[in-house]
């Protein structure tokens, strides 16, 4: 700011000057003219020990920024930070991320991440801003219509966003997990094996009793200072198969917020997700009846929900108005107590789907979900139940110290969320922040009732309680309790596991770390593909990253085969389109093939970035360099 | 035995170790007799320098995590700032001399060769017949320590390794993974500026040019010894430049500070009674 308005001061007097001399007009219009600058642009991400892959990518558009012109600022910022500064305070100008989910998705996905609709709300619908009515028609479209007519619009819609660059999508990567194969099996190998389904999916080793007394003992000694009672309590009190299934993350954030809704403290959701039962799960590509025992369309614009008998893991019954409160409280967790409603900072594109809902008995509930195919109808079920006694407290605006600040959101979405009451197959115990945190097996969940001796239950039709849910998740958890610690790093994370201390890793790890588990003979790695996609997202809100035509030649910018090889040392996928991991969703138009990108492919000069290519580009579309090769923009 | 427990275990034995073997060598086993006869009352004369030092380190345990969340919240974020001032000087340097030799050098430098020289001196002045120097350097170590917290807070900002992990290999926990543990322990990721480990190092080297004349062999020991250090936060990849200039003034600023606070009273208060227990000096382990 100091320079230009020196420079009018000194222009003033130059003015004052040539003002005696009769040439005032001419002065007054170059001196009235704001000079410009060289265009700062600012990329938020994760340091290395949170994340050691987002960085890579984040220094590789940096580089390449910078060599176009660019002032770069490459900011490293915690997970939950990033995410508040990015989904809540929408304060940023580049981000490099991961997508929430893990499983292949559908296509409606991309309703809440790219919708218009949910241009002014923080949280995961729509953090870029972006503002399109092709895209809008076509999210609308893809809900309405079915079969090839949705695949249609699912092309279009793939095409017009690849088009738009709203976010870059730079590769899938490979979900690469340590896992201790001594003492449970069954990891998944085709997925990311640390999820809700491949949790639940696990079996004991059979002879767990030699392996098992190894591990426990590698327990204890793990962590001597803090959990000596509860590993007694957890061999001792229920000793059937009692094992604790260790797992080691560098992310404390489930140690200190267990909040399914808060989206700044989640990654994927995956122990909120064992917390908090939905009415439905994806297993695969098949849909599981879930905390619902089955569901049906009486109408077109209907959906009938009968629930499982279920209870509250503070022995409350789960009823058909917990889920009906659900659905009112995510579309506003005020429920009409601020004058401006305020939604749920995750599942908004889901719970968007339910306009009305009412409770028909104890049991059932009919939502109201407007003309939508059979697909996106079941998309609507998979929200976190949330027990209506508990959250109903939280709904008056949030407070600092009893003071009421312009903060527009509620206690229910500033919550950490203590003591979590859910009804999910795993359950809260303790935790100490940002070190570790246990869950155990809820052993009032449906999945370990046993089938037979039903005679107190009410639910008259169904004899299984576990009916509609696949046999290998039956009697699961196959631990008695899920302790997660924090560790410092990827590397240490892995070395716990090759050392036996722990059964498998949570949080991403970088390939520098593979090697290491090598070194053990019981440790092995599992790599499945993950969905979670990793992203640069623009604040389409910000000249000039508003303009689409610049964020294409950004997205140039950016070699997603040089990422892939040297960053993720192969373990990922190149992409160009949001759902490549979802089967069949890519229109050959959007295929990655070659090695290059099919709509911005890299500037590329034998494997390094084309300068002189991307500055012809910028300069092609309306942009100017100074005389040192520095991008111009206005001051902002 | 937990990973943690062993590298500290490790620590504590080596550095133990090497304080015995420098007693001796540096203070001479008749300064030593002489120290032990006097030391209750020395200890007592630099109580104050003493007590400084404890509450300091105790607010450090304590209040910690709490200041964390303030830095984060409300810090200046200067990770991009550092960066973009120095670039990738630490990439340069680890680039041009990084060789196993010398990467288990610096590694054995930065945790046991840190924690001996800061750990030394304190035995080493308490053995002097006056506590001026022992009260300086304990008061130079707590303003070390507590100037580092506030800058700590006011500035968030994470280590070339965290930023550059494509140019910088985080050698340190490379190849010695146990002593993350220990590192994370007793420091966040997000506390590099200043870099600590080069104040402290600095502290003593200074210190031990000016009681040159009382152990030569100090000197020469210590001066080299802390320049390893401080080289060793940027090899290792722990710290930006910035950090270490910003540690060598902080170190000076200490120095200087802690000279015009204590005043060398006379020999007063030097008469020293018979005294009993044992004490090591402030002993933070590794530390950034």
Redesign the interface.
């Known amino acids: 700011m100091t320079r230009p308005i020196s420079r009018r001061a000194a222009l003033a007097g130059l003015g004052l000057a040539a003002a005696s001399a009769g040439c005032l007009g001419r002065t007054e219009n170059i001196a009235g003219r704001d000079p410009r600058s060289q265009l700062t642009l ?1 990329i938020n991400t994760t ?3 949170g994340d ?1 892959n987002g ?2 990518i984040a ?2 558009l940096e580089e390449h920024l910078t060599a176009v012109g660019i002032d770069v ?6 997970q939950t ?1 990033l995410w508040r500064k990015v989904l809540v305070n929408q304060n940023f100008d580049l981000y490099v991320g991961q997508f929430v989910e893990t499983e292949p998705f559908d296509s409606d996905a991309l309703y809440g991440l790219t919708h218009s609709q949910f241009v002014a709300e923080p949280g995961w619908q729509n953090p870029f801003g972006i503002t399109e009515m092709a895209v809008d028609d076509l999210l609308e479209r893809q809900r309405r219509t079915a079969g090839n007519d949705r695949s249609d619009a699912v092309d279009a819609l793939q095409e017009t966003v690849c088009d738009l660059q709203p976010f870059s999508v730079v590769a899938f990567p490979d979900a690469l997990t340590a896992v201790q194969g001594a003492r449970f099996e069954g990891w998944t190998q085709d997925r990311q094996p640390v999820s809700v389904t491949g949790l639940l999916g696990l079996d004991a080793v059979p002879d767990a009793d030699s392996a098992g007394d190894g591990g426990s003992g590698g327990g204890d ?4 200072d803090d959990n000596a009672t509860s590993s007694a309590t957890a061999g001792g009190a229920d000793g059937e198969g009692g094992a604790t299934l260790r797992l080691v993350t560098t992310d404390d954030r489930i140690t200190e917020n267990w909040n399914p809704i808060a989206a700044e403290y989640r990654k994927y959701g995956t122990f909120t997700g064992l917390l908090y039962d939905p009415l439905v799960r994806t297993d695969g590509e098949s849909t599981v009846p879930w905390l619902a025992a089955d569901w049906e369309r009486p109408g077109a614009n209907t959906v009938d929900v009968a629930l499982r008998d279920a209870r509250w893991h503070d022995g409350e019954p789960v009823t058909a108005s917990d889920v009906a409160f659900t659905y009112r409280f995510l579309r506003d967790t005020s429920l009409g107590g601020v004058e401006t409603a305020v939604p749920t900072p995750r599942f908004r594109g889901r719970s968007s789907l339910v306009e009305d809902e009412r409770v028909l008995d104890d049991a059932t509930v009919r939502l109201t979900v407007p003309d939508v195919n059979e697909t996106v109808a079941a998309r609507a079920l998979r929200v976190p139940i949330l027990p209506e006694h508990v959250w109903s407290e939280r709904t008056d605006p949030a407070t600092i110290g009893g003071f009421e600040f312009d903060f527009e959101t509620t206690q229910a979405v500033v919550t950490n969320n203590p003591e979590p009451v859910g009804s999910g197959p795993l359950r809260f115990v303790e935790a100490t922040a ?1 070190e570790s945190v246990v869950f155990e097996r809820n052993p009032d969940h449906f999945l370990v009732r046993p089938a037979p001796d039903a005679d107190s239950e009410t639910s008259g039709g169904t004899t299984d309680p576990r009916a509609g849910i696949p046999p290998r998740y039956h009697g699961k958890p196959a631990f008695d309790r899920l302790r997660i610690e924090v ?3 990827d ?2 994370a892995v ?2 596991v090759a ?1 036996g ?1 722990a059964d498998a890793t949570v949080s991403n790890l ?1 390939p ?1 770390s593979v090697p290491r588990i090598g070194r053990s003979d019981d440790a092995r790695l599992v790599s499945g593909r993950s969905a979670a996609f990793y992203h640069v997202g623009y604040n389409v809100r910000r000249s000039p990253l508003s303009n689409p035509r610049f964020r294409a030649v950004i997205a140039r910018l950016i070699d997603k085969s040089a990422v892939v090889d ?2 993720f040392e192969g373990y990922a996928q190149a992409a160009a389109s949001p759902l490549a991991a979802s089967p069949d969703a890519v229109p050959d138009s959007l295929a990655w093939t070659d090695g290059t990108d099919p709509v911005h492919p890299f500037f590329d000069d034998e494997g390094s970035l084309d300068v002189e290519a991307a500055r012809a580009a910028l300069r092609d579309i309306g942009y100017r360099f100074d005389s040192e090769g520095r991008l111009l923009s206005r001051a902002q | ?3 943690f427990l062993s590298v500290l275990s490790s620590v504590v034995a080596w550095v133990g170790a090497m304080l015995a073997a420098a007693s001796v060598a540096v203070i001479g086993p008749a300064r030593l007799r002489e120290t032990w006869d006097g030391l209750r009352g020395r200890i007592w004369d630099a109580r104050r320098a003493v007590a400084l030092v404890c509450v300091v380190l105790l607010a450090s345990a304590v209040g910690r ?1 709490a200041l964390l969340d303030v830095s ?2 409300f810090g200046i ?1 200067a ?3 550092i ?2 001032l120095e670039g990738g000087f630490v990439a340069w340097v680890q680039a041009t001399f990084a060789s196993p030799a010398l990467t288990a050098y610096f590694s054995r430098v930065y945790v046991y060769g840190y924690a001996f020289l800061v750990a030394f001196p304190a035995i080493a002045y308490l053995a002097l017949p006056r506590t001026a120097d022992l009260r300086r350097l304990l008061v130079a170590y707590a303003l070390n320590y507590g100037i580092g917290l506030v800058l700590y807070t006011l500035v ?1 900002a ?1 280590g070339p ?6 140019m910088v290999t ?1 050698l340190l ?2 190849n010695q ?2 002593v ?2 220990l ?2 322990e007793v420091n966040q ?2 506390n590099v500026f200043p870099s600590l480990h080069t104040s402290l190092s600095v502290t003593v080297g200074t210190f031990a040019v000016l009681t040159r004349d009382e152990y030569p062999l100090w000197t020469a020991v210590a001066v080299p010894l802390s320049l390893s250090v401080v080289i060793a936060t940027m090899y290792l990849g722990i710290h930006w430049l910035t950090d270490v200039v910003a540690g060598f003034a902080l170190a000076f600023g200490c120095v200087v500070l802690a000279y015009r606070l204590v005043e060398p009273r006379d020999a007063a208060a030097e008469a020293s009674d018979a005294g009993e227990g044992r004490r090591s000096g402030s002993e933070p382990a590794a530390e950034d």
């Open positions: 600012e340091p290395a020990d050691p960085i890579r220094r590789q600022r490459l900011n490293t910022v915690g930070d000694t793990t962590a001597d940002g560790l410092p790093s590397i240490s070395e716990s050392e201390l970088g520098q040297e960053a | 035995m937990s990973p995590p984060r919240l974020q990770t991009a700032l960066y973009g968030f994470h390794r965290n930023v550059m992990p494509d985080p926990f490379t993974p146990d993350i543990l590192a994370s990721n997000s």
